[in-house]
C-alpha cells in the first residue's frame, strides 16, 4: 500500500480550503457561497483526519463528526435565513444588500 | 436658639434638594406644599430666633454657630459659620417673610407653569443662598452666598428660556455682576493678603489697628468691595442689567429683584462699614454714586411704557437712596429703607404682576387703565405700595424712611447741600412716575378688561404686604413727631449711630419740604396723565424722553465701547496660528475618517476579502518569528 507524505495531504486539504475561499469571494449568489463555505469546513475537517491517521490517534475522527453535526446546524439555520432574504428582497444577489454602510 | 438658627438657611435648601432631585416628578399639590413650606417654616423660626433675641440680647450683640470647618489651610480659615447680630436679624427677617408670602403668591401666579417644580426648587435654593449670605460669618461664605444669589438670579431671570430675549437676559444680568464680583473677589484677596483672616468681626478689629485713618489699602479694599455691591446693586455704572432683569416671572421680579438680592450690595456696605469709615473719600464715592443713581434712574423711570420696567427703574432709584443714606453714615436709615423697600417694592411688583397676568401677559400702561373697578383689591394694594414709594407724608412707612434718608444727607457730619438736593428732586421725581403707572393703569379710559380675578392666595400675600408698607413706618418716628426709635435702637448694637453735625436747621423743615414735594408730584402726575393727557404727551414726543427711555443710552454706550471691539477682536483674529493648528487637525481627523468610511461599502465580499488579507498577514508574521 503507497503511503501518500503527509505534506501532501496537508497541501490537498489547503487546496480544497483555497478552493472554498476563492468561491466565497467571487461568487454573488448565496447559495453558491455557503456552498463555499461547506467546501471551506470540510477541508478543516480534513485537517483533524489526517492528523488524527498521523498520530494514530482516534480523537480526530471523532472531532470531525461532531463538526458534521455542527456544519448541519449550521447549514439549517443559514438556508432558513437565505429563505428569508429571498422573500424579503427578491433576490439572492448578496451584493444588493448593501444598505448597512456609511453614506455621506 | 443655636440650632434653630442653623435650620433657618438649611431648611430651604432641604426644600430645593426634594424638588430638584427626582426632577419634576412631584405631584402639584406636593411641590405647593413643600416649596412655600420650607420658607414658611424658616420664617417661623426667624420670628422665635428674633424673639427670643430681642427679649434677651446675647453677649456682645451676636449669636454665632460654627458648622464645621470648611476650609483650613495655609493660614486660610473658613469655617462654615453663621453670625446672627441686629443687622443680620433686619436681613434674615426680611428674606424669609418676605420670601414666605411671595411663594405663597407664586403657587397660583405659577399654577399654569410646566416648569412648577423647577420654579419652587430655584427660589428656594435663591432664599438658602441668601440667608447664608447676610448670616456668613466670614467674607469667603459671604461670597459663597453670594454668587449662589447671582446664580438662581440668572436660573430665574432664564426661567421662560424658549424665548432667546429671556435668556439674553439673563446671561446680561450674570455678566455685568460678574465684573462687580471679580472686583470683590480681588478685594477680598487684598484683606486677607494685609490682615490674614477673612472673619469679618477680625477684620472690622484689625482693620483700623493696622491701617491709619485715610490709608491706601483702606481705601482700595474699600473700593473693590463697592465694586461687587455695585454690580449686585444694580448702581452706577453698572445698572444696566435690572431693567433687563425683569424678563423673569413677576415673583421673582418681587423677590430677587426689589426686595433681597439687589440689596445685597446695600448689606455688604453696611457689614464692612469700618474700611468705609477709613477711607472717607470712598464713603463720599457711595454717596455720590446713590445720589447720582436715584436721579438718573428716576428720570429712566419717568418714560418707560413697560409696567414692570417702571418699578425696576424705581428698584435702582431706591437702592440709591440706601447707598446715599450709607455713603453719609446714616448706616441705620439705609437699612431702615431697605427693609420697607422690600415691603411695599414687593406688593408693588405682586400687584403689577396679578395686573399682567388677569390682562393676559399685557405689559404696556398705555394700553391699560380704568382698572380700578374691576380689580378693587389689586388696586387698592397698589394704591398703598405706590403711596408708600412717593412718600406720601404722614402714614406711610416710605415717608418715615425716606425721610430720615433726606435729613441725615444734609445733617450728618458727611452730609452736603448737593446731596440733599439731589435726595429730594429724586423724590419729586419718585411721585411723578409712581401715580403716573397708578393713573395711568387704574384710572382713566378703559383698556385691556381682565379675563379673571386674582385668586385668594394672590390677594392675602398682598394685604399683608399693604399692612406693613403702611406700618413698618411706626416703628421709627422721626423726633419731631413722637420719637419712636425702636428700629435704629436695635440696629446700634450691629452698627454705629449716625454722627449728626449740621443740626441746625429743624428737621420739621426738611420734612415739610419732602411732604411738600411728594404731593406736588402727585399732583403734576395726575395734571399729565390723567386730567391734561395731552401734556404728557407733549412731553413722550421729545428727544429727551427718547434719551431717558433708553437708560441714558448706557446699552448703547457700553455696546460701543466694550461689546463691539470685543466681538471685532473675535471677528479678525479667527484665522491666527492656533486657530489654524486647531481646524488643521480637525481637518485631518476629518479626512482620516473620509478614507475609512470608504471601506464600509456594505458589500459582504469585500469584507470577507478584507478579513482574508488580514488572516494572511497574520501568518506571514507568525511564519517568520
Known amino acids: 500500500m503507497i503511503t501518500v507524505p503527509v505534506e501532501i495531504q496537508i497541501l490537498f486539504a489547503g487546496l480544497l480550503f483555497l478552493m472554498g475561499l476563492i468561491g466565497l469571494l467571487v461568487r454573488r449568489n448565496v447559495i453558491f457561497m455557503l456552498m463555499s463555505i461547506e467546501v471551506m469546513f470540510n477541508s478543516a475537517g480534513m485537517v483533524f483526519v489526517i492528523a488524527g491517521a498521523h498520530w494514530a490517534q482516534a480523537e480526530g475522527q471523532v472531532m470531525f463528526i461532531f463538526m458534521l453535526a455542527v456544519t448541519a446546524t449550521e447549514v439549517s439555520v443559514a438556508l432558513a435565513i437565505i429563505l428569508q432574504m429571498f422573500h424579503h428582497f427578491k433576490t439572492l444577489d448578496v451584493d444588493e444588500l448593501n444598505k448597512l454602510k456609511e453614506t455621506d | ?625
Open chain 2, 1 to 625: 436658639m443655636k440650632i434653630l438658627l442653623t435650620l433657618i438657611p438649611i431648611l430651604p435648601l432641604l426644600g430645593f434638594l426634594i424638588l430638584s432631585v427626582p426632577g419634576g416628578k412631584i405631584m402639584r399639590k406636593w411641590i405647593a406644599f413643600i416649596g412655600p413650606g420650607m420658607v414658611g417654616i424658616s420664617a417661623l423660626l426667624t420670628m422665635i430666633v428674633g424673639i427670643a433675641f430681642l427679649a434677651a440680647p446675647p453677649q456682645g450683640g451676636a449669636v454665632s454657630v460654627t458648622l464645621w470647618e470648611w476650609i483650613n489651610t495655609g493660614g486660610l480659615t473658613a469655617p462654615v459659620a453663621f453670625r446672627l447680630d441686629a443687622l443680620s436679624l433686619v436681613f434674615i427677617f426680611v428674606i424669609t417673610f418676605v420670601g414666605f408670602l411671595i411663594h405663597l403668591y407664586s403657587v397660583e401666579f405659577m399654577a399654569d407653569d410646566e416648569g412648577y417644580s423647577r420654579f419652587f426648587a430655584y427660589m428656594n435654593l435663591f432664599v438658602s443662598s441668601m440667608l447664608i449670605l447676610v448670616l456668613a460669618d466670614n467674607l469667603l461664605l459671604l461670597y459663597l452666598g453670594w454668587e449662589g444669589v447671582g446664580l438662581c438670579s440668572y436660573l430665574l431671570i432664564g426661567f421662560w428660556y424658549r424665548n432667546p430675549a429671556n435668556g439674553y437676559a439673563a446671561r446680561k444680568a450674570f455678566i455685568i455682576t460678574r465684573i462687580g464680583d471679580t472686583a470683590m473677589i480681588i478685594g477680598l484677596f487684598l484683606l486677607f493678603l494685609n490682615l490674614n483672616t477673612l472673619n469679618i468681626q477680625e477684620l472690622m478689629r484689625l482693620a483700623p489697628v493696622k491701617w491709619g485713618q485715610d490709608s491706601s489699602p483702606a481705601a482700595w479694599a474699600a473700593v473693590l468691595l463697592l465694586g461687587g455691591a455695585l454690580g449686585k446693586s444694580a448702581q452706577l455704572p453698572l445698572q444696566t442689567w435690572l431693567p433687563d432683569a425683569m424678563a423673569g416671572p413677576s415673583p421673582v421680579s418681587a423677590l430677587i429683584h426689589a426686595a433681597t438680592m439687589v440689596t445685597a450690595g446695600v448689606y455688604l456696605i453696611a457689614r464692612t462699614h469700618v474700611l468705609f469709615a477709613l477711607a472717607p473719600s470712598v464713603q463720599l464715592t457711595v454717596a455720590i454714586i446713590g445720589a447720582l443713581t436715584l436721579l438718573l434712574a428716576g428720570f429712566s423711570a419717568l418714560t418707560q411704557h413697560d409696567l414692570k420696567r417702571v418699578l425696576a427703574y424705581s428698584t435702582i432709584s431706591q437702592i440709591g437712596y440706601m447707598f446715599l443714606a450709607l455713603g453719609v453714615g446714616a448706616w441705620s436709615a439705609g437699612i431702615f429703607h431697605f427693609m420697607v423697600h422690600a415691603f411695599f417694592k414687593a406688593l408693588l411688583f405682586l400687584a403689577g404682576g396679578a395686573v399682567i397676568l388677569v390682562l393676559n401677559e399685557e405689559h404696556d400702561i398705555f394700553k391699560m387703565g380704568g382698572l380700578r373697578k374691576r380689580l378693587p383689591v389689586v388696586f387698592w394694594t397698589f394704591l398703598i405700595g405706590s403711596a408708600s414709594l412717593a412718600a406720601l407724608p404722614l402714614i406711610t412707612a416710605g415717608f418715615y424712611s425716606k425721610d430720615q434718608i433726606l435729613w441725615y444727607a444734609w445733617s450728618s457730619a458727611e452730609g452736603d447741600p448737593w446731596l440733599l438736593a439731589a435726595g429730594l428732586a429724586g423724590a419729586f421725581l419718585t411721585s411723578i412716575y409712581t401715580f403716573r403707572l397708578v393713573f395711568l393703569v387704574f384710572f382713566g379710559e378703559t383698556g385691556t378688561s381682565p379675563t379673571h380675578q386674582p385668586g385668594r392666595m394672590m390677594i392675602i400675600p398682598m394685604i399683608i404686604l399693604a399692612v406693613l408698607s403702611i406700618g413698618a413706618g411706626f416703628i421709627e418716628l422721626p423726633e419731631s413727631l413722637a420719637h419712636v426709635q425702636l428700629f435704629s435702637g436695635l440696629l446700634d448694637t450691629a452698627l454705629p449711630a449716625v454722627n449728626v453735625t449740621h443740626g441746625n436747621i429743624p428737621e420739621v423743615i426738611f420734612q415739610l419740604l419732602a411732604a411738600i414735594i411728594s404731593v406736588t408730584g402727585i399732583y403734576i402726575a395726575y395734571l399729565a396723565y390723567l386730567k391734561k393727557p395731552e401734556l404728557g404727551n407733549l412731553f413722550n414726543k421729545t428727544r429727551l424722553s427718547e434719551f431717558f427711555y433708553s437708560g441714558w443710552g448706557f446699552d448703547r454706550f457700553y455696546n460701543a465701547l466694550f461689546v463691539k471691539p470685543v466681538v471685532w477682536l473675535a471677528e479678525i483674529d479667527k484665522t491666527d496660528f492656533i486657530d489654524v493648528f486647531n481646524t488643521a487637525v480637525a481637518r485631518l481627523t476629518l479626512l482620516f475618517t473620509r478614507l475609512l468610511s470608504l471601506t464600509q461599502n456594505g458589500k459582504l465580499r469585500w469584507y470577507i476579502m478584507g478579513s482574508a488579507i488580514g488572516i494572511v498577514f497574520i501568518l506571514t508574521i507568525l511564519m517568520n518569528l
